[in-house]
C-alpha cells in the first residue's frame, strides 16, 4: 500500500497526464515537456513536470505543472492560517494549470490542487488540502457560466450540499483585485487549508474536483473556439489579461508560496499570458459587449 503522501503523488501525475492529452488533442500541437530536479544545497528538494504549449492554433499559452518538494521550513503564507506550524518542515505536491485562448471569445482557465503536510519535529504530520478552479471570460455567456458553474458544484455534491456555496463564495472572495475593487473573472469554487473531512475524504474530494476540470471546460472551448473576431476583441482580451497578471503577482498566495519559499521561478509564472496590455481609465461603450462583461460577468452573483 501506499503511503499518504504517496498516492496523492500518484494521482496527481495521472491528472497531469490525461490533462495534457487534452490539451495536445485540442490544440494539435505538442506540449514541451519539461522535467526538472532542484539540485542539493538549493532551498527546496524535489522535482517536477512542466509542460507548456506556446504559440498554438487555440491555445496562445496553456501550462500545466506536477511539482514534488520538500523543504525546512514552512513560508509565511502558509501558515497565517496555521500558527502553530511555522518553522516545521514540509512537503508540498500539486497540479497547477493555466490555459491562455488564442480567441477572445474562449476564456481563461485556472486550475490547481494540491497537499501541503507539514512534518513538525515532535508531533505526526499535519496534511490539509488546496485548490479549485474559476474561468475568467472576456467576453461573457450565460450557458458557459452555467455550465461551468454546474460542474463544480457536482463535483462537491458526493461530499456536502455545503461545499459549492462556501467554495463558491470563498472564490468570489479569493479571485478579486482589491486595488481595482474589481472580480476577476466568473468564479468557479476555491478551497485550502482543508482537512474536515479527514484524509481519506478530503483526498477524494480533491480528486473530484480535478477530475471535473476537463468536462467543465472542454465543451465551452469547443462552443467557441471558431467564433470569428477582430482587432476591437483582440485589444480588449490584451487588456483584460492585464487584470490577470496584476492579481496573480499582487495577491494569488500560490505565486507567494512558491516564490517565497524557493520555488521554480519559470514553473511558479506558468500562468502568465504571452501578452498583456494596459490602457489608462479604459471605459467600454455603453450598451457593448464589453461593458456586458463588467455589468452581468464579473460581478459576484448566482449562478445556478
Not at 490533462?19 to 538549493?42: F, N, Y
Not at 480567441?103 to 490539509?128: E, G
Not at 450557458?143 to 454546474?150: E, I, L, S, Y
Request: net charge negative; proline share 9%.
Amino acid at each position: 500500500m501506499p503511503s499518504q503522501p504517496e498516492a496523492v503523488g500518484d494521482y496527481l501525475r495521472g491528472l497531469q497526464q490525461r490533462i495534457v492529452a487534452a490539451l495536445e488533442a485540442a490544440d494539435g500541437t505538442t506540449c514541451v515537456r519539461d522535467a526538472w530536479h532542484k539540485e542539493p544545497g538549493e532551498p527546496l528538494q524535489g522535482s517536477g513536470l512542466t509542460c507548456i504549449l506556446e504559440d498554438g492554433p487555440l491555445f496562445e499559452r496553456a501550462g500545466c505543472g506536477f511539482s514534488q518538494v520538500r523543504g525546512p521550513k514552512l513560508p509565511p503564507s502558509a501558515t497565517q492560517h496555521r500558527p502553530e506550524l511555522a518553522g516545521a518542515p514540509f512537503e508540498a505536491m500539486g497540479v497547477s494549470l493555466v490555459f491562455h485562448p488564442r480567441n477572445p471569445y474562449v476564456p481563461t482557465v485556472h486550475m490547481n490542487v494540491r497537499m501541503i503536510a507539514a512534518l513538525p519535529v515532535d508531533a505526526p504530520p499535519v496534511c490539509w488540502f488546496g485548490g479549485g478552479m474559476d474561468l475568467t471570460p472576456y467576453y461573457g455567456f450565460e450557458d458557459d457560466a452555467v455550465h461551468f458553474h454546474r460542474s463544480c458544484r457536482d463535483a462537491l455534491a458526493p461530499f456536502g450540499d455545503d461545499k459549492y456555496p462556501r467554495f463558491k463564495k470563498w472564490c468570489d472572495e479569493y479571485f478579486f483585485l482589491k486595488h481595482r475593487n474589481e472580480q476577476r473573472g466568473i468564479g468557479g469554487i476555491f478551497f485550502d487549508d482543508f482537512a474536515e473531512l479527514e484524509f481519506a475524504r478530503s483526498f477524494a474530494m480533491l480528486r473530484s474536483v480535478g477530475d471535473a476540470l476537463l468536462p467543465a471546460y472542454l465543451p465551452i472551448m469547443e462552443r467557441r473556439r471558431d467564433t470569428p473576431y477582430g482587432e476591437r476583441e483582440r485589444a480588449f482580451q490584451l487588456y483584460r489579461r492585464g487584470r490577470y497578471v496584476e492579481f496573480n503577482l499582487v495577491w494569488d498566495r500560490g505565486t507567494h508560496f512558491g516564490l517565497q519559499s524557493g520555488g521554480r521561478t519559470e514553473s511558479i509564472l506558468l500562468s502568465m499570458p504571452p501578452l498583456a496590455s494596459w490602457a489608462y481609465r479604459q471605459q467600454p461603450a455603453p450598451g457593448s459587449a464589453e461593458a456586458a462583461l463588467y455589468e452581468h460577468f464579473i460581478v459576484r452573483r448566482e449562478w445556478l
